[in-house]
């Protein structure tokens, strides 16, 4: 079978390797689609702390179940998987948090993903598929990235959600908490990403360019409560040391955008807000089965995400193309 190899930072190599043979506990899929997410962006260009090269990338998954013992799924049904390997026994699994575990092991990024023609999977990760397109599951894993982070929240039924960073978790953040039933502000700083936000939702869109501009917008969007919950999307230090200052009084801050380094926030700025703050890591099956029935049931819409297609083919030779902030790219698939 062929696969992608991303030898060294830069650098993508087609390779021929065995097909990999079943055995119980797994499931063997005929990969479909493969999302590219920021993880494979960053990777591709060595700037994933940890990462060991070579590796195959990809985590966002459609697949036709090829052969296993997952329940629920037949040969020939599509489906999609969890990428993340917990280990059942630390104390986050013991308490049901398998998302943060101690010694979690991500598809794609700690061992080989799915740039692949086939790929094996632990059987219990399996999601069947249900009457999802294979698009809508090439999407389940950003989604339930999103749902995680709107379930962190708590609820946000009837509130003022600020999120920052109209990216694609940006954007799935936003979309899960419209179904959640919050009044959605979306800042970033490019005009492009918010007016294709805006086009496909009724989303609230802030152009942060100008910080007391900003400021005073986000004043007037909730009548001078400031908004009860932030959500960083961006990942970005600046806008994580800057964003309590959009936080009302009582309210929540939740990061689920990733950088590397310390974060500073005054103190006396937390604490008279009496602010909680909350990190919102990868996602549970909960979410996933969750995300997958929304779309299932037309309660959400995610097809509009989806703005490029690269052929499994030509992916080494058009990869570079997504970087490039002009050709706006908020999901691209591949497909095999
Ligand atoms: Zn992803
Ligand atoms: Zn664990």
């Not at 590219?36 to 966002?60: M, N, S």
């Not at 010694?103 to 700690?110: A, M, N, S």
Request: with cysteine; glycine share 8%; proline share 6%.
């Amino acid at each position: 079978m062929k696969v992608l190899n991303c030898t060294t930072p830069g650098h993508f190599e087609y390779q021929d390797k065995p097909e990999p043979a079943s055995r119980a506990g797994y499931s063997l899929l005929r990969i479909q689609k493969v999302g590219i997410c920021g993880t494979d962006l960053h990777a591709y260009k060595g700037r994933q702390p940890y990462f060991e090269y070579p590796r195959i990338l990809g985590h966002e998954v459609a697949a036709e179940y090829v052969s296993g013992d997952a329940p629920d799924i037949r040969p020939g049904d599509l489906c999609t998987f969890l990428p993340y390997i917990s280990c059942g026994s630390c104390i986050a699994c013991r308490s049901g948090k398998t998302n943060c575990c101690s010694r979690l092991v991500v598809c794609g990024v700690h061992l080989d993903g799915a740039m692949a023609e086939y790929y094996l999977v632990p059987s219990p990760l399996i999601i069947p598929g249900e009457n999802l397109s294979e698009d809508e599951l090439a999407l389940v894993e950003p989604m339930s990235i999103a749902a995680h982070a709107i379930r962190r929240a708590e609820n946000i039924k009837g509130k003022q959600v600020l999120i920052f960073g109209a990216g694609p978790i940006g954007m799935c953040t936003s979309i899960l908490a419209l179904q959640a039933g919050a009044v959605v502000g979306l800042a970033d700083v490019h005009a492009g990403r918010l007016a294709f936000a805006s086009s496909f939702y009724s989303i609230h869109t802030f152009l942060n360019r100008d910080p007391s501009h900003f400021i005073n917008e986000v004043r007037n969007w909730t009548n001078g409560d400031m908004a009860p919950v932030v959500i960083d999307a961006t990942g970005n230090l600046q806008a994580i040391e800057s964003g309590l200052q959009y936080l009302a009084h009582g309210g929540q801050f939740i990061l689920v955008g990733l950088q590397k380094e310390a974060f500073h926030f005054s103190h006396p700025e937390f604490h008279k807000r009496e602010a909680t703050l909350k990190s919102s890591r990868n996602a549970t099956r909960k979410d996933f089965i969750r995300v997958r029935d929304l779309i299932k049931n037309k309660t959400l819409s995610v097809d509009p995400l989806i703005t490029h297609r690269i052929p499994f083919g030509v992916v080494a030779k058009q990869f570079e193309t997504l970087y490039d902030p002009g050709n706006l790219v908020m999901k691209a698939v591949i497909e095999f």
